[in-house]
């Protein structure tokens, strides 16, 4: 369910110009976890640490079929249109009239254009719902690649969210983050 609207078999798949986006499974586990789970400049920022083993990323992706499963946590994997790679994932909460945003992508990808490429996809998706009328997301003061990534995707900086997150990666101690938000 996303904000009272059953889920159907379209909203699993979204497609860009270069990029498929769809509902993992947990045979993505290995591409996952080679491509950027374990990497400490990929989780730098994030809230989780580096994934130590397959079988936590097995867990992880069980989890992400929950969250299609409940309605509560919309995962897509981001895959290449040419050749199915896997590099990255994005992920909605739906909340009554808003959706909070989270995203990751490999390294090797990054600066390429794909992450705007496939938030773009899943905010305009999202915006095409009727009962949603703000999409947000945060992150650290010190991520300016994800701040300028939400800036192209129309997003708008509203303020600092002051000790917000702990990103355990930098801190054990909550950090200051920027909440970006684009509403309806």
Known sequence: MLGGTRLTREHESLTTTRLKLRRPTVDDAEAVFYGYAQDR??????????ARDLDETRRFLGSCLEGWASGKELTWAITLSTSGDLIGMVACRPRGHMADLG????????????????????????F?????YRVWAVCDTANVASARVMEKV???????????????????????????????
């Open 41 to 50: 400049e990929v989780t730098r920022f994030l809230v989780w640490r580096p």
């Open 103 to 126: 995203y990751v992508l490999a390294r090797s990808y990054w600066g390429k254009g794909y992450m705007t490429e496939a938030l773009s996809a899943v905010v305009d998706w999202l």
């Open 128 to 132: 095409s719902r009727p009962e949603l």
């Open 154 to 184: 129309g997003m708008t900086c509203e303020g600092i969210l002051r000790r917000w997150n702990v990103h355990p990666n930098v801190s054990s101690e909550p950090r200051d983050c920027y909440v970006y938000a684009r509403v309806r």
